[in-house]
């Protein structure tokens, strides 16, 4: 089946540097990937539609400075936390679709990273 | 944006027991997934509703789309420690690629 792997899987980090997190497609190609943000006994909250050689899209209230996103290949997307501070202290995942896309075919995540920023 | 209502939150349970969990709308769902989150992973894909009145089947998961297509129900037979874990649907916004969640349901069952 189709894979999607995150790295690292966890990470601390002090307050005020950046974190990068990939999110590669082991055996697809995906053109679109997209980013969430799930807080403890939360449920995911969509943070950007990342695009393959083009700007991701971000949801209302996500800040497109502070969290960066990289497609750079139909196999790669990155998502780097600028100057991070607790409060983003978070799980972050990543997803891809196979296929055509189509918003009912499935949606394969990656097991995400847990970031603690100290 | 939809909002997914689902109810319960949180559901404690002793292995054996049944138990079902919805998730409901004030709009239409063009389409329902249904997604299992264990701890520290991600998501992943149940079952996809699409017609009003569906029902399937996963073993000992049944899944029902409302004649309406505004709710939609998880019923599980005889629980497992093993069903442990956060149950979340989930409908495309809009019609578009990108998913919108529900808070989920996080289920534990003791043995």
């Known amino acids: 089946g189709a894979v999607v792997s995150q790295h690292p899987s966890w990470v601390i980090c002090k307050s005020g540097t950046s974190v990068k997190i990939e999110c590669r497609s082991l055996?697809?190609?995906?053109?679109?990937m997209f980013w969430y943000r799930q807080f403890p006994k939360q449920s995911l909250m969509l943070m950007a539609t990342?695009?393959?050689?083009?700007?991701?899209?971000?949801e209302q209230g996500v800040e497109k400075d502070k969290f960066l996103i990289n497609h750079a290949s139909l196999t790669l997307s990155t998502l780097t936390v600028t100057s991070a501070h607790p409060e983003d202290s978070s799980f972050y995942i990543c997803?891809?679709?196979?296929?055509?896309?189509?918003?009912?075919?499935?949606?394969?995540f990656g097991n995400g990273t847990r970031l603690t920023v100290t | 944006t939809q909002l997914l209502e689902q109810s319960p939150q949180f559901l404690s349970i002793q292995e054996g027991e049944n138990l079902t969990v919805y998730c409901n709308s004030s709009?239409?769902?063009?389409?329902l997934q249904w997604y299992r989150q264990e701890p520290g992973e991600g998501p992943v894909l149940l079952v996809t509703?699409?017609?009003?009145?569906e029902v399937k089947k996963l073993k000992r998961l049944t899944f029902q789309f409302g004649d309406a297509r505004k709710d939609s129900s998880l019923h599980i037979t005889a629980a497992q420690p093993g069903d442990t874990g956060l149950y979340l649907c989930?409908?495309?916004?809009?019609?578009?690629?990108?998913?919108?969640f529900g808070k989920g349901m996080k289920l534990t069952v003791n043995p």
């Open positions: 709009s239409v769902f063009s389409s």
């Open positions: 055996d697809f190609q995906a053109t679109t």
């Open positions: 997803s891809a679709r196979t296929g055509r896309s189509s918003y009912n075919s499935p949606l394969h």
């Open positions: 989930a409908e495309p916004q809009g019609g578009s690629e990108k998913l919108v």
């Open positions: 990342s695009n393959e050689g083009s700007k991701a899209t971000y």
């Open positions: 509703v699409v017609t009003g009145g």
